[in-house]
């Protein structure tokens, strides 16, 4: 596909004709080419002949190397991961052509979704890279919590070829940062108080598109609080456990407990931990935010009836000493 006046291309041959071409004038022209297949090339210097003032004048241009040979690639692996996990990178340049490439420079950046794991250089170079050859750069990074299918920055190669130095970008890596577990904690009554039943509901859900596996829930429980009933889960050294092992993706997995507190207390959420496995890497879920389920005084029984029993104690003893105190009458002599 060519692009301008003057020129033209048949036969496997590229021409360019101007009629005139005026002191210092420039023409420009393209010419796109589609490779059926990788290969580095060099366009031969074209010939050109003309007249000015009378004279015959003949020459040639440069010569035009492309690089079409060159193949770079950036990729994740594993390409699909929680945030918080290990990830590497590995940058690769290779040389699909049959000619040498000079001072070929590899790098890369770190993406918005990751940070580096270790202090590993982000760029390789190799003073040749033969036909067939490739170099291949790696580094590890960490997944951030940035959720979705995510577009990376693509790897740089400098090198020269032709004695042109050439940049060339590959293509934007792509990588899946799913949401990790979550859980959440609910209460029946939404107020429970001191005293009396209450339920601890226990849901632990997993939003992604993969299953996970060994997911554990740990919430301390304080010594003042009894459970019983327990579905879905166990309870141990002052700890309710939710052990559903395998969780599908975009599934559930519940648990409740009767619970009664014997005075008004909290079971704290700052404790409780939430863990699960993914392609052999341990990652922690979230849990609740907030203080925890504060379980409240039973208002009637702690204060209510003690200051009704005060207060009839008094009365009593106020009518016992006003019946002490009334005057005696003497009876009358006849």
Known sequence: MTKGTGISCSGGELSLSYPVLNNSATETTTMKYNLTSPANFILAPLRFQGQSSGFNETGQSNLAAIPGGLVITKQFSPAQLFGGMSSTVK?????????????????????????????????????????????????????????????????????????????????????????????????????????????????????????VSSVQFNLPVPSGVGLSNLKGATFS???????????????????????????????????????????GTSINGIVPTGSGIAIGEDVTTRYLIPMAFVFLVMLFTAFYVRRKAAPTVPASQK
């Open 237 to 279: 050294s002052g700890t309710l456990y939710v052990s559903p092992g395998n969780l599908a993706a975009h599934s559930t997995a519940t648990a409740t407990a009767t619970a009664v507190a014997s005075s008004g207390i909290t079971i704290p959420f700052d404790k409780a931990t939430l863990t699960f496995s993914y392609s």
């Open 91 to 211: 940058v690769f340049a290779g040389n699909a052509g049959p000619e040498q490439l000079y001072n070929v420079t590899v790098s890369s950046t770190v993406d918005s979704f990751d940070t580096l794991s270790s202090t590993a250089t982000l760029e390789k170079t190799a003073s040749a890279l033969a036909a067939g050859g490739n170099s291949t750069l790696s580094y590890g990074v960490n997944a951030t919590q940035t959720f979705g299918n995510l577009t990376g920055t693509p790897a740089t190669a400098k090198f020269y070829y032709g004695g042109t130095l050439f940049t060339i970008n590959g293509v934007n890596p792509t990588v899946e940062i799913y949401q990790p577990l979550t859980v959440t904690i609910a209460t029946t009554p939404a107020t429970p108080e001191e005293g009396k039943n209450f339920t601890i509901s226990i849901e632990i859900t997993n939003p992604s598109g993969v299953g």
